[in-house]
């Protein structure tokens, strides 16, 4: 099933524990919810939750939405029911949406750097952005920046000339310092509450990830190379999507490829990574990248998860695998600060 994942985003197990719920009794007030006759208190499945995946064909992973959440919540408290490890309160679960919401919004302003930091450079001991790759960050329009950046310069303090900003070849470069001045008026001046909170967040997730692109090695090609070789002729073997591997006798073997789940343009510091790197068929490469819109299109691991939902929907055991090295991806990406040198 395909599902908009800015719907659907609570982990069953991260609710489980925040109710103070062990794993089973959840699963089993969430089955009785689900099977209810009243309307009033039954969870509804692409409006309450979504499945993700399926153990062993039978025991549902979920991921639940806001709406699901609190309906959750409401039923424990209507019916006194609490964990035996912390005491439930509607408090600590809007605290727990509160934390989803604002990891929501790093992850969206982390991918717009990762997508749009070509012109990163580092010059006089700081780092710049082009103001070509800074809009497109903010996800705004020219001249609402430069419209930013005029009433920064209004104010009693302006950004300063090769410090905050500068010219360069007929185009202003900021640095870090600049990008959170400019994250500051944003933040204020935009109508949209929720433009407001993207444009505060980029000041608080947006330096750490540009200093880590400047300073992380840069994989070569034969790293890549290398790297897309290893999983697919001797970690695996075989298209983990399909089963299909290569025949040493036939002629029928196999082309596989060494697929990208964050693709290797945009997330070039992870395409040596073997945990980015998924084998597949030449059929199923191709027939993803039409679907996602071409081969030149950026593309994550979501996008894949996706795809196989829903050409694969079968598949369980495959989006469950890919359920997995997703977590894995998303605490490298999220957490890049840690392969900073230490004392940085």
């Keep these: 099933m395909s599902f908009d994942r800015k719907n659907f985003y609570i982990e069953e197990h991260s609710l489980a524990t925040a109710f103070g719920l062990e794993q089973r009794n959840f699963d089993n007030i969430v089955n ?13 499945e692409c409006l309450h939750f979504v499945v993700q995946a399926y153990i062993n064909k039978q025991y549902p992973i979920r991921i639940f939405s806001r709406e699901g959440a609190i309906a959750i919540a409401s039923y424990l408290d209507l019916n006194g029911l609490r964990g035996e490890v912390t005491e439930f309160t509607l408090n600590t679960l809007f605290a727990l949406l509160e934390r989803y919401r604002i ?16 012109s990163l450079t580092l010059s006089n001991q700081r780092h710049w952005l082009s103001r070509e790759d800074v809009v497109k960050v903010f996800k705004t329009n020219g001249s609402k920046l430069d419209k930013a950046f005029q009433s920064i310069q209004r104010c009693d303090s302006p950004m300063r000339i090769n410090e905050d900003f500068e010219s360069r070849e007929s185009s202003y470069y900021f640095s870090l310092s600049g990008l959170e001045k400019l994250s500051m008026e944003l933040s ?13 967040r980029v000041r608080e997730v947006v330096p750490p990830v540009l200093t880590f692109l400047a300073l992380v090695p840069s994989p070569s090609k034969g790293d890549i190379e290398a790297a897309v070789r290893y999983a697919k002729n001797t970690r695996d073997g075989f298209c983990q999507v399909t089963g299909v591997a290569r025949d040493k006798y036939e002629n029928r073997s196999a082309t596989l490829h060494g697929h990208h789940l ?13 945990d980015n790197i998924l084998t597949i068929s030449g059929e199923v490469s191709e027939d993803f990248h039409q679907w996602n819109g071409g081969t030149h299109k950026t593309c994550t691991v979501d996008d894949f998860i996706e795809y196989v939902e829903w050409r694969y929907p079968q598949k369980h055991g ?5 359920l997995n090295r997703r977590r894995i991806l998303l605490i490298k990406l999220s957490q890049v600060q840690r392969a900073l040198p230490k004392g940085d």
């Design 32 to 44: 009785s919810l689900e099977a209810s006759s009243d309307e009033n208190i039954r969870l509804k």
């Design 103 to 118: 990891n929501q919004i790093d992850r969206e302003v982390r991918q717009a750097v990762y997508e749009n930091s070509s």
């Design 188 to 200: 204020i001046s935009l109508q949209s509450e929720q433009r407001r909170e993207y444009c505060e």
């Design 262 to 274: 964050y693709d290797k343009n945009t997330y070039h510091f992870l395409s040596a990574d073997l």
């Design 318 to 322: 495959v989006i469950l695998m890919l």
